[in-house]
């Protein structure tokens, strides 16, 4: 499998991952939103999302 998705090819909807979607299962059923690494899935991605929001917010404690 290539790592760059063709035309109309659906992409892996974990956070920065830019890899085609796994194929669907050939006796059918939808195409999986994932591509085929094994650490990406459901919850690694909503883990990396909430990762990345809080590096990406301010820092709303302040020192007294």
Known sequence: MSDRPGPGQKICIYPGCERPAA?????????????DRE?????????????????????DERST
Request: a negative charge; glycine letters at 6%; one cysteine or more.
């Open 39 to 59: 650490e990406h899935n459901a919850l690694t991605a909503h883990h990396e999302r909430l990762r990345r929001a809080a590096e990406s917010s301010p820092d």
């Open 23 to 35: 194929p669907a299962h050939p006796q059918g059923g939808p195409q999986p939103a994932f591509c």
